[in-house]
Structure formats: C-alpha cells, structure tokens
C-alpha cells in the first residue's frame, strides 16, 4: 500500500509564501511523476504543477511564475513552493503521484488526503 503525506498548508495574507511538502512511503519500485492539483469549492480538480523522475517540469499557464516545483527523490517527496500568494489561489492543493511496482507492468497512481490553502487578509 501507498501512503501520501502532505504538509505546509495554511492561512496566510495576499502576497504571502507557502511551501507544501509531500512525502511517500510504501510499496513503490519507482516514482514517476510528481504533480500538485488544487480544488476551490464548487471547482474541478486541475494541475497546478507536475514533475518528472529527470526534474521536467510543467506548469499551469495562469500561475506566471509564483509558483516553483521539485523532488527530492533521495527522500520520496515532492515541494511546491508558493510566492506572491493572491486570494484565487485558496483551494484543497493534493499531491499526485504516478510508480511502478516490481514486476507489474504500468504506472499506478495514488493521491494524497489535501491540505488547505486558503489567502486572505
């Protein structure tokens, strides 16, 4: 079984920083992509982020630079760290990650639980 950590969510003002880990653990032979979705209520799950096993990284196009991804693959786990932080960017941010077990063809994918983000003053 795989299990998915995520930390780093919070309350914080407009024009603020976040930094939101995910760390993994469990029966994984190879971590593949990394990626952040976030949800605002009433609002489908989209990509924020994503990241490859070689550091290729993906964003989505309305973020304009404030927010930076990557991977620590010595310890399974996935940043994303958030600048500039405006009130549209409050949202449930869920880790996502696609492995491979030993011996079984394919990738898998497992989601984390959330964390809130939520930009006000």
């Known amino acids: 079984q795989v299990h998915l950590v995520e930390s780093g969510g919070g309350l914080v003002q407009p024009g603020g920083s976040l930094r939101l880990s995910c760390t993994t653990s469990?029966?994984?032979?190879?971590?593949?992509?990394m990626g952040w979705y976030r949800q605002a209520p009433g609002k489908e799950r989209d990509l924020v982020a994503s990241?490859?096993?070689?550091?290729?990284?993906n964003y989505a196009e309305s973020l304009n630079g404030r927010f930076t991804i990557s991977r620590d693959n010595a310890k399974n786990t996935v940043y994303l760290q958030m600048n500039n932080l405006k009130p549209e960017d409050t949202a449930v941010y869920f880790c996502?990650?696609?492995?491979?077990?030993?011996?079984?063809?394919?990738?898998?994918?497992?989601w984390g639980q959330g964390t809130q983000v939520t930009v006000s003053s």
């Open positions: 996502k990650i696609k492995y491979e077990k030993m011996g079984v063809w394919g990738d898998f994918g497992a």
């Open positions: 469990g029966y994984i032979f190879r971590l593949n992509e």
């Open positions: 990241i490859t096993s070689g550091g290729d990284t």
